[in-house]
């Protein structure tokens, strides 16, 4: 069990780049979410995968925001024509029942 | 009102001191709890769940839970300096598409500062 993994660990973009970032689970866990975590706030829910079937996304999740998880495995969260606003801290969490597990994280800063 | 609510901080306590975090939450369908400890500019990391009304023990932490009053607590015994952080309290909550999904919501977080 090496824990959830995500990469990149850091990125800077200029708006109106796409960008694209992974996250690994840990390996056993069918259950996959997305959250996002901005300066002294909590991570706020933006989307969850059972398996390969993405079940539910946040009213947060806008148009530019899509996220898959192709054969259950690994999942990719890929922003379009970022925005000053997208700068925050995205986290990948997994979990086989109601605990999740959280990866470190990729910062996102768009200048 | 807030889904989950918790004191910002800081809160301040001397090394060997009990420090006391509290959590209150809105949705009285919330099944599941946990505290996460969040060092700065790092990831959430699980402190403790708890399901049931009462006391849960685990090392120097012991978490209660009031469902009826819909709050949460953690309480660190012997506080050390590498406890100071931010604690994140989470609730479960169920999918808008008719399942499970358990999503976590979040308070903001208490940063807790031990002093030497």
């Known amino acids: 069990d090496t824990g959830v993994s995500q990469n990149p660990r850091h990125k800077i973009t200029k708006r109106g780049q796409n960008v694209t970032f992974r996250c690994d689970p840990i390996s056993e866990h069918n259950r996959l979410y997305w959250y996002r975590q901005t300066l002294g706030q909590g991570p706020e829910f933006l989307t969850y995968?059972?398996?390969?079937?993405?079940?539910?996304k946040s009213r947060l999740l806008s148009d530019r925001f899509s996220a898959e998880r192709p054969k259950g495995s690994f999942s990719t969260l890929e922003i379009q024509r970022t925005e000053q606003g997208d700068s925050a801290m995205y986290l990948c969490?997994?979990?086989?029942?109601?605990?999740?597990?959280f990866g470190p994280g990729t910062r996102l800063l768009v200048l | 009102q807030k889904e989950v609510e918790q004191n910002s901080g800081p809160l301040s306590v001397p090394e060997g001191a009990i420090a006391s975090l509290n959590c209150t939450y809105s949705?009285?369908?919330?099944?599941?709890f946990f505290w996460y400890r969040q060092y700065s500019g790092k990831s959430p990391e699980l402190i403790m769940s708890?399901?049931?009304?009462g006391d849960k023990e685990d090392g120097r932490f012991t978490a209660q839970l009031n469902k009826a009053s819909q709050y949460v607590s953690l309480l660190i015994r012997d506080s050390q300096p590498s406890d100071s952080a931010t604690y994140l309290c989470?609730?479960?909550?169920?999918?808008?598409?008719?399942?499970?999904?358990?999503?976590?919501?979040f308070g903001t977080g208490t940063l807790l500062a031990v002093q030497p």
């Open positions: 995968f059972q398996n390969e079937a993405q079940l539910e």
């Open positions: 969490a997994s979990s086989t029942k109601e605990t999740q597990y």
């Open positions: 708890i399901y049931s009304n």
């Open positions: 989470a609730v479960n909550r169920d999918g808008n598409y008719g399942g499970a999904t358990n999503k976590l919501i």
């Open positions: 949705d009285r369908g919330s099944q599941s």
